[in-house]
Nanobody, 127 residues
Framework: QIQLVESGGDSVQAGGSLRLSCLVS????????TAWFRQAPGKEREGVAY????????DYADSVKGRFTISQDNAKNTVYLQMNNLRPEDSATYYC????????????????????WGQGTQVTVSS
């Protein structure tokens, strides 16, 4: 059974940092690409960070580039999202996505290419 369990969400002030974790079971993060998405109330789900592809590459949404870092620990089968210099507009529920199916170079930003999702963890950034 595939499960993705996020943790690490919290309420912080602008400029603060958080690290989200996604513990994966049922598949190896070493062999399947994963990603973080987020959704704020009244807004569409948007991709934040991606890791995978043939070279274990990473990619980021422009809005978080330089502030967020996605990484994975193969031994722990866990994916992380380090978030620095947080802004109020980063407030959202953050979801871990796995089980990517497709061509990573072209389709990594498409949520419907990910087969498995966590339940989400809430991040609130106050000004």
């Amino acid at each position: 059974q595939i499960q993705l369990v996020e943790s690490g969400g919290d309420s912080v002030q602008a400029g603060g940092s958080l690290r989200l974790s996604c513990l994966v079971s049922g598949f190896s993060v070493r062999s399947r690409s994963t990603a973080w998405f987020r959704q704020a109330p009244g807004k569409e789900r948007e991709g934040v960070a991606y890791i995978g592809g043939p070279a274990d590459s990473t990619d980021y949404a422009d809005s978080v580039k330089g502030r967020f870092t996605i990484s994975q620990d193969n031994a722990k089968n866990t994916v992380y999202l380090q978030m620095n210099n947080l802004r109020p507009e980063d407030s959202a529920t953050y979801y871990c996505a796995g089980g990517f199916q497709g061509v990573w170079d072209r389709e990594r930003r498409q949520a419907n290419r990910y087969q498995n999702w966590g339940q989400g963890t809430q991040v609130t950034v106050s000004s």
